[in-house]
Structures are given as C-alpha cells and as structure tokens.
C-alpha cells in the first residue's frame, strides 16, 4: 500500500500544480505562441493523436489566440521529420510558413519545454496536446520557466485511450525528477530567432 500511494504522489502533483491552468480551445487565453507536442508518425504522416493537436493549433491561430506556432518533435534521423511532417500539415491548413517554427530535437515533453524556454526563448505559450497530456506538459514547461496554459486537443476516435493514461502514470515519476533537477535537454545547441521572427508584425 506505501508503495502504490508512492507510486501516485507524481501523478496527484501533476493534477493539482496545474488545475485550472488548462481549457478547452474555444476557452484559451491569449499567448504570443502555441507549443504543439509531436506524437508520432504514421507513413511520413501525422499520426491520429498528432493531427488532433496539429487542427487544434491552426484553429488557436485562425482565432487569433497565438500569433505563431513552434512545433516540436523528433528528427533524430534524417529518415524521420516529425518537426517537418507537423509543418506541412500546418500549411495544409493555411497557416502561413513564416508563422511556423520548428524544433527538430524536442525528444520527450521536457526536452520540448525547456528547448522552448532556452533556445527559443518562450516566456509564455499555450501548449497543445490531448488531455491526458496536457497536465503533464503544463507542469513542465512551467518547471522549465514557461507561463504555459494546457489547451486541450480532441482525442482521435477507437481504443487506446485506457492505455494512454497508464502510461501517463508512469510518465509523471520522470517529470517529478525532472521538475526538481531541471536537467539540460539531450541536444541544447545555440539560441534560435525563429520564434522572434515570426512575431513580428
């Protein structure tokens, strides 16, 4: 029983530091920018989850609620452009090319949130991502020095929605350790302007 109650004690952090710090699109805040989170890709394409967050990102732009979008996933070979597969859904969706910002090295949400922070210096966003990942996000780009709120992506239709709050379970132990020793991301690299540039007027 210690060891359960343990084992949930990352998880209820999780919720309550980010209560009330999350919505539904239609209810978001105003931010200069949308962080929206890689989730895989299917044949070169977004996957089911991942074009969930893509339409809600071009729908917080076309409301007017972000001003640019920094998407952020894996291209850690060259074989797999998460970032560039995110891009060219965007531009389907008519949000314009210099409006979009892509991080090639976002391997996992903490590595995303505290490359937005340090490398392309995001102070305030909202973060895209279906709900049972959106606290998570949340929670570590705060930790990570981002005035992040959560918006929250429509999940894809079918199963799997069991299996994705199992995992989130055990996704938040990794967070707890990596909010309290914000660790540097597996590749740092120079300060990027992409973000600046694409806020202008």
């Known amino acids: 029983m210690v060891f359960a109650v343990l084992a949930l004690l990352p998880a209820t952090w999780v919720r309550l530091s980010t209560e009330g710090?999350?919505?539904e699109p239609?209810?978001?805040?105003v931010a200069p920018v949308a962080v929206v989170f890689g989730a895989g890709l299917w044949d070169e394409e977004p996957s089911p989850h991942l074009a969930q967050r893509l339409d809600t990102a071009a729908q917080l732009y076309t409301a007017g609620r972000v001003r640019a979008l920094l998407v952020t996933g894996d291209n850690s070979r060259e074989e797999y452009d998460e970032p560039g597969a995110m891009r060219r859904y965007l531009l389907g969706r008519g949000v314009p090319a210099d409006r979009i910002v892509a991080d090639h090295a976002g391997f996992d949400t903490w590595d995303s949130c505290t490359r937005a922070k340090r490398i392309f210096g995001v102070d305030r966003a909202l973060v895209v991502s279906q709900g049972f990942h959106v606290p998570r996000a949340v929670a570590?780009?705060?930790a990570a020095g981002v005035d992040a709120h959560g918006v929250r992506a429509a999940?894809?239709?079918?199963g799997g929605r069991y299996v994705d709050?199992?995992?989130e379970l055990a996704a938040a132990v990794k967070a707890g350790f990596e909010a309290a020793l914000t660790p540097d991301?597996?590749?740092?690299?120079?300060r990027e302007q992409g973000v600046s540039r694409a806020l202008r007027d």
């Open 26 to 29: 239609g209810e978001a805040p």
């Open 140 to 142: 570590l780009c705060r």
């Open 185 to 190: 991301p597996r590749f740092l690299g120079p």
């Open 21 to 23: 710090k999350h919505s």
């Open 155 to 158: 999940e894809p239709p079918g």
């Open 165 to 167: 709050r199992a995992r």
